[in-house]
């Protein structure tokens, strides 16, 4: 079954211990990307990565990193978790863009994390 | 800067009803629009796109129209059933741009039996 799986799916932990949140897809996409939706917010993308070993910014990259090392996988990185890094995130992956066409992104089931 | 957003936070139909979702955008370089759904605990799933150059598509019971003149975007959905009821929203980029999507707030949908 083609997915995008994410682990774990809730986290509570304190602020400034390092916590890695991992994505994985099976679809062999070239394009992922981390989100954090927030009420009233939407989803707001943190980080994406074209291939492996490409990674850009999104509109909120302050407070995390992402590695790709593989292209099935897409860790997110909090170094230095902080109580406003509190959100649920959605790792998503798509086919390669092409010309600037953003294909369909398929989502994780989400990861609630709580940091206190 | 501009934004996605959506006119109506929750929206509530009898089931069988059709439910129309708006949504504005304000950015004229957009080009390329997706809605997804959202269903409780559950990440987002694509429902429809449709591309700057074409005015309505149709999907399986969802029809999505854009009026690129007013910068407005609507979700159609035919005969609504409860399995419908979740969040949508919409999505916008720019063809040759940056690879950040803008999306919309969301609105709830709310299906009676």
Known sequence: EAQVTQNPRYLITVTGKKLTVTCSQNMNHE???????????????????????????????????????????????????????????????SLSPSAGNTDTQYFGPGTRLTVL | GESVG???????????DNSIINCA???SASDYFIWYK???????????????NMDKRQGQRVTVLLNKTVKHLSLQIAATQPGDSA????????????YIP???RGTSLIVHP
């Not at chain 1, 981390?34 to 490409?54: A, H, K, T």
């Not at chain 1, 909120?60 to 860790?75: A, I, T």
């Not at chain 2, 959506?6 to 069988?16: A, C, F, I, K, R």
């Open chain 2, 25 to 27: 955008y304000s950015n």
């Open chain 2, 38 to 52: 959202q269903e409780s605990g559950k990440g987002p799933q694509f429902i429809i796109d449709i591309r700057s």
């Open chain 1, 31 to 93: 394009y992922m990307s981390w989100y954090r939706q927030d009420p009233g917010l939407g989803l707001r993308q943190i980080y994406y990565s074209m291939n492996v070993e490409v990674t850009d910014k999104g509109d909120v990259p302050e407070g995390y990193k992402v590695s790709r090392k593989e292209k099935r996988n897409f860790p997110l990185i909090l170094e230095s978790p902080s109580p406003n890094q509190t959100s649920l995130y959605f790792c998503a992956s």
């Open chain 2, 6 to 16: 959506l006119h109506l936070p929750t929206l509530s139909v009898q089931e069988g």
């Open chain 2, 87 to 98: 969040v949508y929203f919409c999505a916008e980029n720019i063809r040759g741009g940056s």
């Open chain 2, 102 to 104: 803008t999306f919309g």
